[in-house]
């Protein structure tokens, strides 16, 4: 049977399948844009991946399966991508096992990074500037090998600074470890000749700098830093990114709220009038607060005395 009669008699299984559990799709491809959860779909696109041959239809199952959490695909995954020679579908692949953040991989990612992959090459005549093959399957491996948040990724990270083309992604895995001593090994890429690597390396040490400032404090005071995310978010009112002095408090919140309520004297007290911002934007805009923000639960500042104290009846 050619490749193309067995890659369609598959795709009919596999439609059949889906239809039986609630999916009746034309295509696989229908679930790559798909924002609601499809639970009962992944077994049955996982289970296809290594029966299909062609590129293309492996890589829409492969992006199909790209869903947070979704450890069950991880070891046909890793396996696909030790059978693979195409780097575009390597990349996917080490893209899907980013997404997944199965942070129990940092032997097998580490493995296939200094491995000496076989990658079909470019043809001779296309453009000068692309990324060599071999490297671009590896860009997205540095991203998954950083979200397991394992120190043993961190040497394999910081030699991939010093691989040409594969300085940024290597960053993007650094990322994930909020250490000040990589601030040394970061430095060099802010020089770097591609300005997306140079910006990202600035951003990195400007979070890095501010995580020292912030457990100085803590330090100080003999507690237990309490460091939110760039992502975490915190309840504001008027006047805060306008620069005027202000109060705030760290309450407990659930896990995406970092706690934190900060409030100008423009607040009048109604709740309703407080808005949320990702807590990368107090960073940005109030960088004198900073060195508060670390101060762990039931803790309060005020700018206008540079006072801090802990708040008993905040527990």
């Known amino acids: 049977m050619s490749s193309s009669r067995k890659t369609k008699k598959l795709s009919q299984s596999m439609l059949l399948e889906l239809k039986a559990v609630g999916y009746e799709v034309d295509d696989p491809s229908y679930f790559v844009e798909r924002a609601k959860p499809y639970k009962d779909a992944l077994p049955i696109l996982l289970k296809y991946i290594p029966l299909v041959e062609e590129t293309f239809e492996k890589d829409v199952l492969i992006r199909a399966s790209s869903v947070k959490g979704n450890y069950q695909a991880v070891p046909v995954l890793l396996d696909e991508y030790k059978k693979s020679s195409n780097e575009s579908l390597m990349w996917t692949i080490g893209n899907a096992l980013w997404l997944i953040g199965d942070q129990t991989i940092v032997g097998q990612l580490i493995e296939l990074l200094e491995s000496n992959i076989k990658v079909d090459q470019l043809p001779d005549n296309m453009p000068e500037g692309l990324q060599s093959p071999e490297k671009a399957a590896k860009e997205t491996l540095l991203w998954a090998l950083g979200k397991t948040r394992d120190p043993k990724a961190i040497p394999v990270l910081k030699k991939y600074l010093q691989v040409e083309g594969l300085e940024g992604h290597a960053l993007e895995g650094l990322k994930y470890f909020k250490d000040p001593d990589l601030i040394p090994f970061v430095t060099p890429l802010l020089t770097h000749q591609k300005s997306w690597v140079r910006k990202n390396a600035e951003r990195f040490i400007k979070s890095l700098k501010r995580q020292i400032n912030m457990h100085e404090l803590c330090k100080k005071l003999n507690v237990a830093c309490q ?86 009846e905040i527990i």
């Open 227 to 312: 460091m939110p995310s760039d992502e975490t978010l915190v309840a504001v009112s008027e006047g805060v990114f306008e620069g005027d002095l202000v109060q705030g408090v760290r309450y407990k919140m659930e896990a995406h709220m970092s706690g934190w309520i900060i409030t100008s004297d423009r607040y009048n007290g109604d709740v309703s009038t407080l808005r949320t911002e990702h807590m990368k934007h107090i960073f940005e805009h109030r960088p004198d607060l900073v060195k508060y923000l670390c101060l762990p639960i039931g803790w309060r500042f005020d700018t206008s005395r540079d006072d801090f104290w802990f708040d008993q």
